[in-house]
Nanobody, 114 residues
Framework: VQLMESGGGLVQAGGSLRLSCAAS????????MGWYRQAPGKQRELVAI???????NSTDSVKGRFTISRDKAKNTLYLQVNSLNAEDPAFYYC?????????WGRGTQVTVSS
């Protein structure tokens, strides 16, 4: 299974981006997909997840600003990020869990200018 993120970039504070994660390979019975992020000098943290049933959850700091969604037919995960602020710059990583196995993408960088 391969995960390929895209959509990161440099935006001004208050701006928006749409991150995408395309999953390929032997994919079946996905349990959970999600986005994590890691800023320099900090631990990787959960941003948002979506279950196979479509239930979503996100960390408090992004609630109301970030929206996770998934296109099952395309095996693609999205993260709409709005109202970016100084706490959001990081590498954003796509995550997928199928049964006991977990997979990670290589990340896409989000940078915010003031």
């Amino acid at each position: 299974v391969q995960l390929m993120e895209s959509g990161g970039g440099l935006v001004q504070a208050g701006g928006s981006l749409r991150l995408s994660c395309a999953a390929s390979g032997s994919i079946f019975r996905i349990n959970v997909m999600g986005w994590y992020r890691q800023a320099p000098g900090k631990q990787r943290e959960l941003v948002a997840i979506i279950s196979s049933s479509g239930r979503t959850n996100s960390t408090d700091s992004v609630k109301g600003r970030f929206t996770i969604s998934r296109d099952k037919a395309k095996n693609t995960l999205y993260l709409q990020v709005n109202s970016l602020n100084a706490e959001d710059p990081a590498f954003y990583y796509c995550y997928l869990r199928m049964g006991p196995s977990s997979y990670w993408g290589r990340g896409t960088q989000v940078t915010v200018s003031s």
